[in-house]
């Protein structure tokens, strides 16, 4: 919980204040057009997220991370485009890991365990969280509907490009898993 709070403090209290404000109905507020709107936006947010979450969770760990969907496109350089262009390794770490916020999270960090089966489950996460921020921006959508049309469509854009960011993280980091993978079925086969 400290590790979101952390992240998100400004958000959270955003939510709370905003919150305060819709229930108020603090209509004389310069800012309520705004609050109003957030506080749909949050809530959604929150409810979406949690939901994801426990998905997440339920989902199979059966994905094969070679697959065209999942192996790097050309254009992508095996993950280098993200650092040529958008310049990742700046940022990435300044975005919320549900691994790091969840005690029952599988850890996504390579750190000392270069077994094939820690690498291969860490492959499994990249496709699993790939695949629920895919989810996460079909229902986004929604959004459209939900918060009224002069203001939808910022709130929309918003969640799409978070979303896309970790999509984009997954596929940075997946490539060189799977060279580290690789390796490390090697020097088993090899020892063996």
Known sequence: MVYIFKKIWFLILLLVFSTYTYFASLTSWVIYPFLFRYFR????????????????????????????FFAPHKWEKNGKIYQEKFKIKSWKDALMDMSKASEKAQSKDVGQDLSSQHLYTLLQETCVAETVHIILMVVGISLLFII????????????????????????????????IYKRSLRMEKEKA
């Open 148 to 179: 009224e049309f002069s203001y939808n469509i910022f709130w929309f854009l918003a969640y799409e490009v978070f979303n896309s960011l970790d999509i984009i993280i997954q596929r940075f980091n997946r490539p060189r898993l799977v060279s």
């Open 41 to 68: 936006f949050a809530w959604f947010v929150v409810i979406i997220g949690i939901l994801a979450h426990f998905i997440g969770e339920a989902i199979p760990r059966k994905f094969n991370f070679e697959s065209s």
